[in-house]
């Protein structure tokens, strides 16, 4: 399986604090995205870095991207009650098919 | 708004049931999948599909078959179901473009095989 892998696989911090999630794959990539998953519903997408970007933001959101480790991250500032969710990573391979990869995802809770 | 429509939120099924579990979207998207999601495991590619009537196998498809007659549907079967396709499952959709693109995921049917 060509699966990535998240770190850490839980993580919970108070409100106002940021929170770091990464994301390690295997294969060359055409892009990386990071989607979240609130309890028991379906994914819902939150950001997209191409394989020749290296960071990207999107409101409290910011995304880095390092092709030679493979590997990125997702940053959320100044975090919210709400922002408690999974967090995953999927990546497009270079090759594939059109078809995303997941990671294990990161279970982020944010204490009031 | 796109709009990815499982057909059940929550199924119980009987060990050798034949199970259909429906996917339906609404943005005319080449790329449908099925994903089953278990605690600790992840999002795992069970089927995937890039136009009517083609297919390819992911990551697990035993035990598990597909069906795509018109493009706006993506049925996936469980020939036999089995205790250990006790899962959640997840039905997806994407364009087809040069380039990147989002996809865009159903709620969710949580099966319970018994």
């Known amino acids: 399986s060509q699966q990535g892998e998240e770190d850490p696989q839980a993580l919970s911090i108070q409100e106002g604090e940021n929170a770091t999630m990464n994301c390690s794959y295997k294969?060359?990539?055409?892009?990386l995205q990071w989607y979240r998953q609130n309890s028991g519903r379906g994914l819902v997408h939150l950001i997209l870095?191409?394989?020749?970007?290296r960071e990207k933001h999107s409101g409290r959101l910011r995304v880095t991207l390092d092709t030679s480790k493979k590997s990125s991250s997702l940053l959320i500032t100044a975090s919210r009650a709400a922002d408690t969710a999974s967090y995953f990573c999927?990546?497009?391979?270079?090759?594939?098919?059109?078809?995303?990869?997941f990671g294990q995802g990161t279970r982020l809770t944010i204490n009031p | 708004d796109v709009k990815v429509t499982q057909s059940s939120r929550y199924l119980v099924k009987r060990t050798g049931e034949k199970v259909f579990l429906e996917c339906v979207q609404d943005m005319d998207h080449e790329n449908m999948f099925w994903y089953r999601q278990d605690p600790g495991l992840g999002l795992r590619l069970i089927y995937f599909?890039?136009?009517?009537?083609?297919?390819e196998k992911g990551d697990i498809p035993e035990g598990y078959s597909v069906s795509r007659e018109k493009k706006e549907r993506f049925s996936l079967i469980l020939e036999s179901a089995s205790t250990n396709q006790t899962s959640m499952y997840l039905c997806?959709?994407?364009?087809?473009?040069?380039?990147?693109?989002?996809?865009?995921f159903g709620q969710g049917t949580r099966l319970t095989v018994v």
């Open positions: 997806a959709s994407r364009p087809y473009r040069q380039g990147a693109t989002e996809a865009f």
């Open positions: 999927a990546t497009d391979w270079l090759q594939g098919a059109q078809k995303l990869v």
């Open positions: 870095i191409r394989s020749n970007e």
């Open positions: 599909s890039y136009d009517v009537k083609m297919k």
């Open positions: 294969t060359s990539i055409n892009n």
